[in-house]
């Protein structure tokens, strides 16, 4: 089944949940309150691709002392979509294979209204502690249905010894004066082959994420606050622009439209390209690599100043149809617990749910991007926030990919994405 065809069938269903909350008192999430989590035993983690190598080691220490809970470790493939929808299959057949889910943070509506994911008990977790636009990712129609296990903000890698040796002596604020410190490290003897910048532009997640930042970046937005598409306007056609016209003119290289993380990844710490747009884990990597001490953070730039992230990251939910759910509540306080989101920051550079570790003082001594960082996720702009987020976010891939290969005009492609978004949130 296509992620299309299963998100449409499921936006059918949840039309029916949402009437039947209607006047309840719950908050309209279809639930009195919390299921009681009953049984204790072994369990599962069902999570992506884990590149960092650090989740294991966590579960061992879970493993080691709960001899009789243990939890096994199912990893997904990297790609978010296919994450998704495994996730949905497992859900629809009814199975008990997966218990305790890392959700991309803007699947939680979707899953909730499905009623594929528990209701949480609010005070089992120390959300006070927390940065409120990272718990709100968690929470559907008043409810909590997941718990912020890391968060994610975009930001801006770039190579600091080039930038030194060409006279440029500040990190770029906006797309003009990015594309200006290209054209002064190119004249670089050692530099004269590197493209200018990457992202993630393959067709998949990454690339709503990309086109998202670009439109918010240039004072644009893809839906509003209430979820209803506003998407062909000047502001988002110079976001998109900006994008295609880089392809075009070979600010980005043509080989990024297949470039997911971790091929953007490779490509900066290989020198290929001069600037990067990714993600906080990024940053331990990079300095594990042959350009250590040469790497520099900075704010993703915008049009006429710094740009805006989509906010990203995981929460930790548990399935409606697993068992041993007072193990999977335990496990996730284990997970997300402020001790354990540190250990994934140090050692993986994940973004911490907890506002205190970004103004800690021995962590941002080791991590300097931790400020901007910070900054990064507060001033960021949710993706949309629609239970039909499937079907919208392979809307957005569809137009966004048209115009960077050349196929549609932005104006165009943003027309069409209009009018596609208003019937599938008219659903």
């Known amino acids: 089944m296509t992620t299309r065809t299963t998100s449409r069938a499921a936006v059918i269903a949840a039309a029916g949940l949402l009437l039947s909350a209607c006047g309840s008192s719950d908050g309209g999430s279809g639930q009195a309150g919390p299921p009681a989590f009953e049984g204790r035993g072994p369990i599962s983690y069902v999570a992506g691709k884990d590149t960092t190598g650090t989740v294991q ?3 061992d220490r879970w493993n080691a002392a709960h001899p009789k809970e243990k939890v096994t470790f199912i990893q997904l493939p990297t790609d978010a979509d296919a994450q998704r929808q495994q996730m949905i299959q497992n859900a629809e057949t009814k199975s008990d294979a997966y218990t305790v889910l890392s959700l991309d943070v803007v699947w939680t509506s979707e899953f909730a209204a499905h009623r594929w994911i528990d209701r949480l008990p609010d005070k089992r977790f120390p959300l006070g502690k927390m940065l409120k636009p990272v718990v709100e990712t968690a929470r559907y129609q008043g409810g909590l249905y997941a718990v912020p296990a890391s968060s994610d903000g975009g930001m801006l890698y770039y190579r600091t010894d080039l930038l030194k040796k060409a006279g440029v002596t500040a990190p770029p604020r906006t797309w003009d004066e990015m594309t200006a410190a290209c054209a002064e490290v190119r004249k670089l003897p050692e530099a004269k082959d590197m493209s200018c910048y990457a992202g993630q532009f393959q067709k998949y997640e990454g690339l709503t994420v990309n086109f998202a930042e670009a439109v918010n970046s240039a004072g644009g937005t893809v839906t509003d606050g209430r979820g209803k598409p506003d998407v062909d306007t000047p502001e988002a056609r110079k976001g998109l622009d900006f994008l295609a016209r880089s392809f075009k003119d070979g600010t980005i290289p043509k080989k990024a439209i297949t470039y997911q993380e971790e091929d953007g990844r490779q490509a900066f710490q290989s020198g290929k390209v001069l ?15 042959g350009i250590k001490g040469r790497l520099g953070v900075a704010p993703l730039p915008g049009l006429n100043g710094p740009g805006s992230s989509s906010l990203g990251g995981h929460n930790m939910a548990v399935s409606t149809t697993a068992k041993n759910k007072a193990t999977a509540l335990d496990f996730i306080e ?5 001790k354990n989101t540190r250990t994934l920051l140090e050692d993986a550079s994940l973004a911490p749910p907890y506002a205190a570790l970004y103004d800690d003082r021995e962590l941002t001594a080791q991590y300097p991007y931790l400020p901007v960082l910070k900054e990064s996720i507060v001033r960021a702009v949710p993706r ?4 039909p987020y499937g079907d919208v976010t392979a809307a957005v891939q569809q137009e966004a990919y048209a115009a960077l290969n050349g196929d549609k005009s932005s104006a165009q492609a943003l027309r069409d994405l209009q009018k596609t978004l208003r019937k599938t949130t008219a659903r």
């Open 275 to 289: 600037f990067l747009r990714n993600w906080p884990y990024v940053y331990s990597l990079a300095q594990k690599s």
């Open 57 to 59: 080691p966590m579960l």
């Open 384 to 387: 949309p926030r629609v239970v």
């Open 334 to 338: 284990f997970m997300t617990n402020e």
